[in-house]
């Protein structure tokens, strides 16, 4: 099986934007009013469209490895309009950063200080 995270969102157009801004190596594989599917690398992020969102207490985050280091990440996103939520935290890991979709699922963003092992 492949893992694939699925958002859902409560305006397609507008989390299509957020999203590919968030990720600007993703490629469409899949767009509709529905549904919409970005393939990053070997993995794929869905999303799914809903009438309401309440990211709150879901118990589910979204996580992403930085291949840069977070002042990059975040000029990127600030040339996209995307502002961090939070400063810049030391981890045991490494270091990360949070951003927050349209509809209020929060997003960290790690660097880590050694490869991940996997």
């Known amino acids: 099986m492949k893992l694939?995270?699925?958002?859902?969102?409560?305006?397609?157009?507008?989390?299509?934007?957020f999203y590919t801004s968030l990720l600007p190596a993703a490629k469409i594989v899949t767009t509709s009013p529905y549904w919409t599917e970005?393939?990053?690398g070997e993995a794929t992020l869905a999303l799914h469209i809903a009438e309401t969102v309440d990211h709150?207490?879901?118990?589910?985050?979204?996580g992403l490895d930085a291949?840069?280091?977070l002042e990059d990440v975040l000029a990127q996103l600030s040339a996209a309009g995307i502002p961090p939520s939070?400063?810049?935290c030391d981890q045991p890991f490494g270091r990360s950063v949070t951003v927050v979709d349209p509809d209020g699922?929060?997003?960290?963003?790690?660097?880590h200080s050694a490869p991940p092992t996997r």
């Open 4 to 17: 694939t995270p699925l958002v859902y969102v409560t305006d397609m157009d507008r989390s299509t934007a």
């Open 38 to 40: 970005l393939l990053v």
């Open 56 to 62: 709150a207490g879901d118990g589910m985050g979204l």
């Open 67 to 69: 291949a840069t280091p």
């Open 86 to 88: 939070g400063e810049i």
């Open 105 to 111: 699922l929060v997003i960290q963003i790690n660097e």
